[in-house]
């Protein structure tokens, strides 16, 4: 995600994708809903540190401006848990926002 390409990051996620950010859940039935996601997201987010269990990651994630589009919350830092089948990703989950007010849309 930070360096810029929506159409690889869209292919990590698999066919009816849950993602969940603040208690709202989305359903990515496919690469295009996934696509337009990961497009709408307005930071770039570079992974600084993560735990794998299992087939969960949880990941702290370090937010910068993405390109054009100005992120709400440069610098700051969320926590994400990803659970992946067959390589790829099947749910993600964001609770919260940090101190900037940020949350991956």
Excluded: H, Y
Excluded at 24 to 43: F, H, I, K, Q, S
Excluded at 55 to 84: H, K, M, W, Y
């Amino acid at each position: 995600m930070s360096d810029g390409d929506d159409e690889a990051a869209a292919r990590l996620f698999g066919p009816s994708a849950t993602v969940v950010q603040g208690g709202v859940a989305l359903t990515l039935w496919g690469e295009a809903d996934a696509l337009e996601w990961v497009g709408a997201l307005p930071c770039a987010a570079e992974i600084v540190e993560s735990e794998t269990v299992g087939n969960r990651v949880t990941a702290r994630i370090a937010l910068s401006d993405r390109g054009s589009t100005p992120c709400d919350g440069p610098g700051e830092q969320i926590v994400v848990e990803f659970v992946v089948a067959d390589g790829k990703i099947i749910r993600l989950s964001q609770e919260g926002a940090p101190t900037g007010g940020a949350v991956l849309e």
